[in-house]
């Protein structure tokens, strides 16, 4: 089970970008994929999930109208796609999965997904 999550730079505020998180190991068939953010000195913080198996999303009140979250099956692919960027959405941005063994779980609007064995994630930075 492998999630990599892409797409970050550099963008100035008001700005966009499109973060993928392509998944290996599983399909995107019925699970629920989340994505989360990091900023330096800051708690870890939650921003979106989709449960694919009704293909309901939910944001964080943070994120909610500018974030939108979508996936492409075929590409085994989610996608956070980032709109009206400020400074502070700055952070490393990660996606996890309920799919497979985690020793710690979130439990997003969606169902649980694992809150372990955090990879590299993505960086955004939104700076003039």
């Known amino acids: 089970v492998q999630l990599q999550a892409s797409g970050g730079g550099l963008v100035q505020p008001g700005g966009s970008l499109r973060l993928s998180c392509l998944v290996s190991?599983?399909?995107?068939?019925?699970?629920?994929i989340g994505w989360f953010r990091q900023a330096p000195g800051k708690e870890r913080e939650w921003l979106s999930c989709?449960?694919?198996?009704?293909?309901?999303?939910q944001y964080a009140d943070s994120v909610r109208e500018r974030f939108t979250i979508s996936m492409n099956n075929a590409k085994n692919t989610v996608y956070l796609q980032l709109n009206s960027l400020k400074p502070e959405d700055t952070a490393v941005y990660y996606c996890k999965t309920d799919w497979g063994f985690s020793d710690k779980y979130y439990y997003t609007p969606c169902g649980r997904v694992g809150y372990d064995s955090w990879g590299q994630g993505t960086q955004v930075t939104v700076s003039s």
């Open positions: 190991g599983f399909t995107l068939d019925y699970v629920t």
């Open positions: 989709l449960n694919t198996a009704d293909n309901k999303a």
